[in-house]
């Protein structure tokens, strides 16, 4: 897991551009934003190397849940979904699906939480 700090709230377009960046500083190319398939959205589709990583963003103040568990099971399998509907036809070694939380200035990234895609 990897940190950025400082404590606050802000707005979830924000919160999916720092997440953009961080993931650039990382040498990461963004491919997509907001990625939209019949399943939901893809909030960053992002490729480094040939690998795909589907990352979804979630913003919030912490204080009474932290943004990230609301990616419940529900909300990982449309992700899932969606994700295999983007690399239909494309050529990759390996996809995974991230979760990066935003508090205030704050990102919690979670890599690789156990998605396979076949």
């Known amino acids: 897991m990897d940190k950025i700090h400082e404590q606050g709230s ?3 377009k924000k919160a999916e551009q720092m997440v ?11 491919v997509a934003r907001n990625y939209r398939t019949p399943f939901g959205e893809v909030d960053i589709i992002a490729r480094c190397g040939d690998v795909y990583i589907f990352v979804e963003v ?3 103040t912490g204080t009474r849940i932290k943004p990230s568990e609301r990616v419940d099971s529900e909300k990982y ?8 509907y983007y690399l239909r036809g494309k050529a990759y070694s390996k996809a995974q699906i991230d979760v990066a939380e ?3 200035n704050e990102i919690n990234y979670y890599e690789d939480i156990g998605w396979e895609f076949l």
Not at 20 to 30: D, G, P, Q, T, V
């Open 10 to 12: 802000i707005d979830w």
């Open 20 to 30: 953009s960046e961080f993931l650039e500083r990382k040498k990461y190319k963004i």
């Open 58 to 60: 979630k913003s919030g």
């Open 77 to 84: 399998k449309r992700i899932s979904m969606s994700a295999e």
């Open 102 to 104: 935003v508090i205030g």
